[in-house]
C-alpha cells in the first residue's frame, strides 16, 4: 500500500472514532497548557493514526498535536492533526477536520483533510492533482480553485477574528474585509477545503501550528492555487498561512508581507 492510500484510510478511520464522541453531552474537555481544548476523541484519533502508520511505514517518522514525536529513519515525517477545528468540535458543529501530510526533506508530498461529520475527503499528492470525495459524487473528482479575478469579486475566509488582534494583525483583517466582496470565519481548515474546491477565493491565518499547515500546501497547489506564508514563500512551516485561488495573491501578500512574523501573542484572553 501506498502513503497516499494509507493516508486516505485511516483519515477516515480516524474520522469514525471521533464521529463516537461527536454530539454527546457527557465528551469531557480538557484545557492544555495554552488554554486550547482537548478531548478523548482527539487523543484516540490521533493514537489510531500513528499505530497504522507504525504498522505500514515502521520507519517513518511521525509528528502529531498531541503526543511526543517519534523519530524515524526513512526521510519521510508524516504530521498529524486529529481533529483540527476542536473548537468546532466540541460545540457540535460538522466543520471540524482530520488532517494528514507527508513530507519529506521539507517538501509537501501527500496531503489528506477528512471532514467526517459531512462525509467529504481532500486529498492530494505531488504531481496526482487534487481529489475531492463527497456522497454527492458517483466517484472522486478532481477539485480546482474558482476562476475569479478580482479580490473584490472573492469570499475571504478566516479562523477567528481575535487573532489578528492577539498577533498585532488587525489592520489586515479590516483591509480584507473592506477589500473582499464577502468575509466569513468558516475557518480552520475547512476553509483552505473551501478555497481548493472553488467556493471560496481567500483564506488567511495570522498564526497556525505545522500540523495544521501540513497538508495544505500541497492540496492548494495540486488544485491550481497557492499557499504561502505572510511574505509569499511557499513552505509549511512559518507558522502563518495565506491559500488563494492564485489571482490575486500578490496583491493580498504586498499588504501582509508588511508585518514581521508573530512571535508572542499580545496580552488578551485566549479565545474559547
Given amino acids: 500500500m501506498s502513503r497516499l492510500e494509507l493516508a486516505k484510510r485511516i483519515a477516515r478511520e480516524a474520522g469514525e472514532l471521533t464521529l463516537r464522541y461527536f454530539y454527546r453531552a457527557d465528551l469531557a474537555v480538557d484545557r492544555k497548557e495554552d488554554r486550547t481544548p482537548v478531548t478523548a476523541a482527539d487523543r484516540g484519533a490521533e493514537e489510531l493514526l500513528r499505530r497504522r502508520i507504525e504498522e505500514a511505514f515502521p520507519d517513518d517518522a511521525i509528528l502529531g498535536e498531541e503526543f511526543p514525536v517519534k523519530a524515524g529513519t526513512s526521510g519521510y515525517r508524516w504530521i498529524l492533526d486529529p481533529i483540527d477545528g476542536t473548537k468546532s468540535f466540541i460545540h457540535g458543529v460538522p466543520i471540524y477536520s482530520t488532517l494528514i501530510g507527508v513530507e519529506r526533506e521539507r517538501e509537501s ?25 463527497s456522497s ?11 476562476q475569479k479575478e478580482r479580490l473584490d469579486e472573492s469570499l475571504f475566509l478566516t479562523s477567528e477574528v481575535i487573532s489578528f488582534d492577539q498577533y498585532g494583525r488587525r489592520d489586515v483583517y479590516t483591509q480584507l474585509e473592506r477589500d473582499a466582496l464577502l468575509t466569513r470565519t468558516w475557518g480552520d481548515a475547512y476553509g483552505y477545503y473551501l478555497v481548493a474546491t472553488g467556493r471560496a477565493e481567500l483564506m488567511v491565518d495570522p498564526k497556525m501550528s505545522l500540523w495544521d499547515a501540513a497538508p495544505l500546501q500541497i492540496i492548494m497547489e495540486e488544485a491550481g492555487g497557492v499557499f504561502t506564508d505572510w511574505k509569499g514563500n511557499r513552505t509549511i512551516f512559518h507558522e502563518e498561512g495565506v491559500a488563494s485561488n492564485g489571482r490575486f495573491h500578490e496583491q493580498v501578500i504586498e499588504l501582509t508581507r508588511r508585518f514581521d512574523k508573530p512571535r508572542t501573542r499580545q496580552n488578551l484572553p485566549a479565545p474559547e
Fill in 109 to 133: 508530498l501527500i496531503g489528506v483533510i477528512a471532514l467526517p461529520a459531512l462525509g467529504e475527503m481532500l486529498w492530494a499528492e505531488k504531481g496526482g492533482g487534487t481529489w475531492w470525495e
Fill in 136 to 146: 454527492r459524487f458517483a466517484e472522486p473528482k478532481r477539485a480546482q480553485v474558482s
